[in-house]
Nanobody
Framework: QVQLVESGGGLVQAGGSLRLSCAASGRTFSNYKIGWFRQAPGKEREFVARINWRGDYTIYADSVRGRFTISRDIPKNTVFLQMNSLKPEDTAVYYC?????????????WGQGTQVTVSS
């Protein structure tokens, strides 16, 4: 059974940085995509960034491109989201998700989320 555990959230001032971690377990992820999503209060969940476990593909939402960086550490089975130049509008619960790479755009497995709060 795939398990995803997020950590690294917290309270930070605008302009600051946080690094989120997503620890993955339960199988080999060599043919998987790992995504980060976020959901702010009263809003729908939105895509933030994605990486293929092989490391050959990354993509970012326009709202975070240039400020956030997604990466992975294969020996630690962990995906990171480095968030710099944080803005109050980045405040949300951040989730990581995983799925085999296929034509299906969705994700099969989700973590419980970690809260990120950016104060102005």
């Amino acid at each position: 059974q795939v398990q995803l555990v997020e950590s690294g959230g917290g309270l930070v001032q605008a302009g600051g940085s946080l690094r989120l971690s997503c620890a993955a377990s339960g199988r080999t992820f060599s043919n998987y995509k790992i995504g980060w999503f976020r959901q702010a209060p009263g809003k729908e969940r939105e895509f933030v960034a994605r990486i293929n476990w092989r490391g050959d593909y990354t993509i970012y939402a326009d709202s975070v491109r240039g400020r956030f960086t997604i990466s992975r550490d294969i020996p630690k089975n962990t995906v990171f989201l480095q968030m710099n130049s944080l803005k109050p509008e980045d405040t949300a619960v951040y989730y990581c998700a995983a799925s085999p790479i296929s034509q299906h755009p969705g994700y099969d497995y989700w973590g419980q989320g970690t809260q990120v709060t950016v104060s102005s």
